[in-house]
C-alpha cells in the first residue's frame, strides 16, 4: 500500500494577523458585554458595542470588519455570554435587540468601505475626518435603522415609538462613540495591515 504525501501552502502572513485582529475586536466587542445601561424608557440598553463596530469598520476593513463582527455573532449564538448584559445563546439574535446585532456586521462593512474607498486597506488616521465622520454617521444609520425596524415589526410599536425608544435616546453616546473612534485611528496606534 503505498501513501501519498502532498505538501501544503502555507496561509499568507497577513490574512494571519487579519484574522488575528478581527478575534480581537470580536473578544473586546465581547468583553464589553458587562457595560449595560438600561434605560427606563427604552427596552435596549446602552452599551459600549457600537464603539467596537466602528473601529472594525475603521481598521480592519470592509472584509474583516464584517467577519470579525460575525465572529461575534457565532460567539454568542453558541451561548458565550457576549451580548448586552452578559446574555448569550441563538434566542438573543432573535429578540426585540437583535435586530441591532444583525446590523453590525453591515455597518462595519460599510465604514470600512467608505473609509477604505475598496477592499485595500488604508490607514484610516490618513482618511479626510468628513469622510470617517461621514462613515461613522452612516454605520449608525444602517444600525439603528435595522435595529429600530426590527424593534418595531415584533413588539407592535408604530415607527416614531420604535424611533423614541430604540435610537433617540442613544444619540448623545453615539456622538462620544464616534468621537473615540475618530480619536483612536488619529492616534496612529490603530493602523491596518497591509497585504
Known amino acids: 500500500m503505498a501513501t501519498e504525501q502532498n505538501s501544503v501552502d502555507l496561509v499568507d502572513d497577513a ?5 488575528a485582529r478581527a ?12 457595560v449595560s445601561i ?3 424608557l427604552s427596552p435596549a440598553p446602552i452599551t459600549l458595542q457600537v464603539l467596537f463596530v466602528f473601529l472594525a ?3 480592519l476593513g ?11 455573532l457565532a460567539a454568542g449564538a453558541v451561548g458565550l455570554p457576549v451580548f448586552a448584559g452578559m446574555e448569550g445563546g441563538l434566542g438573543q439574535l432573535f429578540s426585540y435587540t437583535g435586530g441591532y446585532l444583525w446590523s453590525y456586521p453591515i455597518a462595519a462593512g ?6 477604505h474607498r475598496g477592499t485595500t486597506l488604508r490607514d484610516p488616521g490618513d ?12 454605520g449608525t444609520i444602517v444600525t439603528y435603522g435595522l435595529g429600530t425596524g426590527y424593534m ?44
Open 15 to 19: 490574512v494571519v494577523r487579519q484574522f
Open 23 to 34: 478575534a480581537l475586536l470580536a473578544t473586546l466587542i465581547g468583553a464589553s458585554a458587562p
Open 38 to 40: 438600561p434605560l427606563p
Open 57 to 59: 469598520g475603521l481598521v
Open 62 to 72: 470592509p472584509v474583516w470588519g464584517p467577519v470579525s463582527m460575525l465572529i461575534y
Open 110 to 115: 460599510l465604514i470600512g468601505l467608505v473609509v
Open 127 to 138: 482618511t479626510a475626518l468628513p469622510v470617517v465622520a461621514g462613515a461613522l454617521v452612516a
Open 152 to 195: 418595531a415589526w415584533l413588539l407592535e410599536l408604530a415607527a416614531w415609538e420604535a424611533v423614541t425608544a430604540g435610537a433617540l435616546p442613544f444619540i448623545p453616546g453615539e456622538l462620544l462613540k464616534m468621537a473615540a473612534a475618530i480619536a483612536l485611528v488619529r492616534s496612529g496606534r490603530l493602523e491596518p495591515v497591509r497585504s
